[in-house]
């Protein structure tokens, strides 16, 4: 059985720092890995996708990383902004189906 | 192009009453998902539709059902409501290619309280 964590659950840092977050799972014959945020009461805005064969992939500030041999992924954000405050997801995907699993979320909160 | 788009957004009933949540997939796409968020449990997977087939199926007790129209857009219906059915619903949509490059979108989700 697929299990996801994410570890801290919340995080504070000041504006400007670049910062990481972690994701692992246990099963690593997965499909893909997606990351998404969480803004308070909404619904969730896909960030990045990295497929099984991929080891990273880039959008703005963002870059995700995949190490699926050893079961991690990481979040990269460049030079922290108040605005990226969210809670922040992975999940994947490991059978043909749809379904994703996901871990329970990091908080993170970028202080002015 | 329109997102996922689910309706109500809010809602509020009672124990023992049931309750039916819509989601519109975006246009094209043929899987539907819904999820299960708790402050307890995080997301959790309900069930996935797919050409009106129930393809997958979560951890959750028969009181919840779902299904799929010819025009992709899905239900999900709980009955005899409990307290800890309150939670977030997110339905997501996708291509439903099986593939690594599968994409799951959601949409902005049902806020279900119940009392």
């Known amino acids: 059985k697929q299990e996801v964590t994410q570890i801290p659950a919340a995080l504070s840092v000041p504006e400007g720092e670049n910062l990481v977050l972690n994701c692992s799972f246990t099963d690593s014959a997965i499909y893909n890995l997606q990351w998404f945020r969480q803004d308070p009461g909404k619904g969730l805005t896909s960030l990045l996708l990295?497929?099984?064969?991929?080891r990273e992939q880039t959008s703005g500030r963002l870059n995700a990383s995949l190490d699926k041999s050893s079961g991690r992924s990481t979040l990269y954000i460049a030079a922290s902004q108040p605005g990226d405050s969210a809670t922040y997801l992975c999940?994947?995907?490991?059978?043909?189906?749809?379904?994703?699993?996901f871990g329970k979320g990091i908080t993170l909160s970028v202080r002015p | 192009k329109a997102g996922v788009t689910q309706t109500p957004r809010y809602l509020i009933k009672t124990r023992g009453q049931q309750v039916t949540l819509s989601c519109s997939p975006i246009s094209g796409h043929r899987s539907v998902s819904w999820y299960q968020q708790t402050p307890g449990q995080g997301l959790q997977f309900l069930f996935e539709?797919?050409?009106?087939?129930?393809?997958n199926k979560g951890n959750f007790p028969g009181r919840f059902s779902g299904r799929q129209f010819s025009n992709s857009r899905s239900e999900m219906n709980v009955s005899t409501l409990e307290l800890g059915d309150s939670a977030l619903y997110l339905c997501?949509?996708?291509?439903?290619?099986?593939?690594?490059?599968?994409?799951?979108?959601f949409g902005p989700g049902t806020r279900l309280l119940v009392l």
């Open positions: 999940a994947v995907k490991t059978g043909a189906n749809s379904k994703l699993t």
């Open positions: 990295i497929q099984s064969s991929q």
């Open positions: 539709y797919f050409s009106e087939t129930q393809r």
């Open positions: 997501a949509s996708s291509l439903a290619t099986s593939g690594v490059k599968e994409t799951q979108y």
